[in-house]
């Protein structure tokens, strides 16, 4: 019999109180280390000090920003030195600490300060590199940590867009069934699923209170499993469609108007619902999903792209990746873009 190994966390802990008792948690996983290193922003860091001490790091290191330098930087820094890398923060720390982590063969621990995409658990990170944002592939972490007393304090912006990228899986895995009926790619049913769950995870449990901690909990968990999802397959296939080709294009393209990722991904998700594949239905289900989070106001404040500049993001997003969509299908319709009403 042939079985595959997926590398999965030591730790899951998703919860209240859970800084302050980060020992026991390692303890009760039988995880030992001789040194940790917190990776960490300043001002996080002065906020939470206090509860940062149960964490029991030989030290502190800041992250400014995500660019890769800031890995370059680490690198340095802790040359010689060994042990356990613990990054906190939001998407610039975590990715910048996957990267370091992954380049010097470490393990780490993510513990998000927001719920604001997936990247909490997943195989990817995006940096900066020479201006330019790019993915790197990455070893997932051995623990994922999410205190709710702290991501309840985050902005309830950061929280909506966690919303908005665990939703559109559904866009992703469209244009994945897409692909494996006109060029036959193969399609990992464990992934396929558990991408579909996480982002039904969210769609089925109505209005709630952004700041809940049984909102954030299962909102933590959905993410979780949506990263698994991207572990399994091998890639970000499961989680990422024409509606993630969209947004990168306007981070590549027009980096002054670029917003959070989660509300970028909502915003290319209802684009292609409404502009290819037509589906006035789930264009309604959709906005009134994001209405009731607030997130349909927030995507049509923050995305202010003009219908030419539309069009180069999509001619962009042909290209930006070997990632077969709905886009495909549509090539000619975006080479000649007749302009659609911002959504």
Same mark, same amino acid.
Request: charged share 20%.
């Given at each position: 019999?042939?079985?595959?190994?997926?590398?999965?966390?030591? $730790?899951?802990?998703?919860?209240?109180?859970?800084?302050?008792?980060?020992?026991? +948690?390692? #303890?009760?996983?039988?995880?030992?280390?001789?040194? =940790?290193?917190?990776?960490?922003?300043?001002?996080?860091?002065?906020?939470?000090?206090?509860?940062?001490?149960?964490?029991? /790091?030989?030290?502190?290191?800041?992250?400014?920003?995500?660019?890769? /330098?800031?890995?370059?930087?680490?690198?340095?820094?802790?040359?010689?030195?060994?042990?356990?890398?613990?990054?906190?923060?939001?998407?610039?720390?975590?990715?910048?600490?996957?990267?370091?982590?992954?380049?010097?063969? =470490?393990?780490?621990?993510? +513990?998000?300060?927001?719920?604001?995409? &997936?990247?909490?658990?997943?195989?990817?990170?995006?940096?900066?590199?020479?201006?330019?944002?790019?993915?790197?592939?990455?070893?997932?972490?051995?623990?994922?940590?999410? &205190?709710?007393?702290?991501?309840?304090?985050?902005?309830?912006?950061?929280?909506?867009? @966690?919303?908005?990228?665990?939703?559109?899986?559904?866009?992703?895995? *469209?244009?994945?069934?897409?692909?494996?009926? =006109?060029?036959?790619?193969? $399609?990992?049913?464990?992934?396929?699923?558990?991408?579909?769950?996480?982002? &039904? *995870?969210? $769609?089925?449990?109505?209005?709630?209170?952004?700041?809940?901690?049984?909102?954030?909990? =299962?909102?933590?968990?959905?993410?979780?499993?949506?990263?698994?999802?991207?572990?399994?397959?091998?890639?970000?296939?499961?989680? *990422?469609?024409?509606?993630?080709? +969209?947004?990168?294009?306007? &981070?590549?393209?027009?980096?002054?108007?670029?917003?959070?990722? @989660?509300?970028?991904?909502?915003?290319?998700?209802?684009?292609?619902?409404?502009?290819?594949? #037509?589906?006035?239905?789930?264009?309604?289900?959709?906005?009134?999903?994001? /209405?009731?989070?607030?997130?349909?106001?927030?995507?049509?404040?923050?995305?202010?792209?003009?219908?030419?500049?539309?069009?180069?993001?999509?001619?962009?997003?042909?290209?930006?990746?070997?990632?077969?969509?709905?886009?495909?299908?549509?090539?000619?319709?975006?080479?000649?873009?007749?302009?659609?009403?911002? /959504?």
């Amino acid at each position: 019999m042939f079985y595959r190994s997926i590398q999965i966390p030591s $730790i899951l802990a998703v919860g209240s109180d859970l800084l302050p008792r980060f020992e026991d +948690i390692l #303890r009760r996983n039988c995880l030992y280390f001789q040194a =940790r290193i917190l990776v960490t922003e300043e001002a996080l860091f002065d906020r939470y000090k206090w509860m940062l001490r149960g964490l029991q /790091t030989e030290g502190v290191r800041f992250v400014e920003s995500s660019d890769i /330098t800031e890995v370059y930087q680490l690198e340095e820094e802790l040359n010689g030195t060994t042990g356990l890398v613990i990054g906190f923060g939001g998407g610039k720390v975590l990715d910048v600490v996957k990267l370091f982590a992954d380049r010097d063969n =470490r393990p780490y621990i993510s +513990i998000p300060s927001a719920l604001s995409h &997936d990247g909490i658990y997943s195989p990817v990170a995006r940096l900066t590199e020479g201006g330019r944002k790019r993915s790197f592939g990455v070893k997932p972490p051995v623990g994922i940590v999410a &205190d709710l007393d702290v991501i309840a304090q985050a902005p309830a912006l950061t929280t909506m867009a @966690g919303v908005g990228d665990l939703v559109s899986n559904l866009s992703a895995l *469209s244009d994945w069934r897409l692909a494996q009926q =006109r060029i036959n790619e193969p $399609i990992n049913d464990f992934a396929y699923t558990l991408s579909l769950n996480s982002a &039904d *995870s969210i $769609i089925s449990c109505g209005a709630m209170d952004l700041k809940s901690k049984e909102f954030l909990q =299962r909102l933590a968990y959905g993410l979780v499993m949506s990263g698994l999802a991207m572990v399994m397959a091998g890639s970000s296939r499961p989680c *990422s469609g024409a509606e993630h080709l +969209i947004s990168h294009s306007i &981070d590549e393209l027009f980096p002054e108007k670029s917003t959070l990722h @989660g509300l970028q991904v909502a915003w290319g998700h209802l684009l292609v619902e409404k502009a290819f594949r #037509r589906n006035n239905s789930e264009v309604a289900r959709l906005e009134a999903l994001f /209405t009731s989070f607030g997130l349909l106001q927030e995507i049509r404040d923050r995305i202010n792209l003009s219908d030419s500049e539309v069009a180069q993001a999509l001619q962009m997003s042909l290209k930006i990746r070997n990632r077969y969509t709905v886009l495909n299908e549509n090539a000619g319709r975006i080479m000649d873009w007749p302009g659609l009403s911002r /959504t």
